[in-house]
């Protein structure tokens, strides 16, 4: 088993939706969660971070992590095409410099 | 006014051949780092550079070699290509402090035929 798990899609919605997209982890040291998005073709870009278990909202995005289900989740509302992108959950520790991927997650809004 | 930036944006060379990536960040980062993302789009660690020191080196052959001439630059050097290297290189930078974020270079996609 992977340490980081993540659904590589595609997910295709329409616009407006709300979207769901998880991450699930075995390794009970990971204390921080971060959302990347990378569009085609671009580096991934820091879209959200968090330390603690719960919700964390900026705009349209709301993260939720939940350590004691090893699970976190970046909800997306009023999708976009341009939200179409993959999204990467990078998960790290206290010990570790290195924040460890997911696969990431392809997500196509289309109009 | 790129924060991270890689040159070149594509590469493409024969087997056996020699190749440089360049990265260079302006945020004033301590460390930085390379990474590879295969076509199944999993982005591996490669190395990582504190203060001009290697303090991480995952299972990478010992073909790709860091350079890092200063604190804002990290050079990537790959002797003796091999088709399998053909992915995109991404070249990232953080803070020193460990839970701060990694900021992304754009890449560079890399063609070894």
């Known amino acids: 088993q992977k340490e980081v798990e993540q659904d590589p899609g595609p997910l295709s919605v329409p616009e407006g939706a709300i979207v769901s997209l998880n991450c699930t982890y075995s390794n009970s040291a990971f204390q921080y969660f971060m959302w990347y998005r990378q569009y085609s073709r671009k580096g991934p870009e820091l879209l959200m971070y968090t330390y603690s278990s719960g919700n964390k909202e900026d705009g349209r995005f709301t993260a939720q992590v939940d350590k004691s289900s090893k699970y976190i989740s970046l909800f997306i509302r009023d999708s976009q095409p341009s939200d179409s992108a993959t999204y990467l959950c990078?998960?790290?520790?206290?010990?570790?410099?290195?924040?460890?991927f997911g696969r990431g997650t392809s997500l196509i809004v289309h109009p | 006014d790129t924060a991270v930036s890689q040159t070149p944006k594509y590469l493409v060379t024969q087997m056996g051949n020699d190749k440089s990536i360049k990265c260079e960040q302006n945020?004033?980062?301590?460390?930085m780092y390379w990474y590879k993302q295969d076509s199944k789009k999993f982005l591996k660690i490669m190395f990582s550079y504190n203060n001009k020191e290697l303090i991480i080196n995952e299972t990478v052959p010992n073909r790709f070699s860091p350079k890092s001439p200063d604190k804002a630059h990290l050079n990537l050097h790959i002797n003796s290509l091999e088709l399998g290297d053909s992915a995109v290189y991404f070249c990232a930078s953080r803070r020193a402090d460990r839970d701060s974020p990694l900021h992304f270079g754009n890449g560079t996609r890399l063609t070894v035929t």
């Open positions: 945020l004033g980062h301590d460390t």
């Open positions: 990078a998960l790290g520790s206290g010990g570790s410099y290195i924040p460890t």
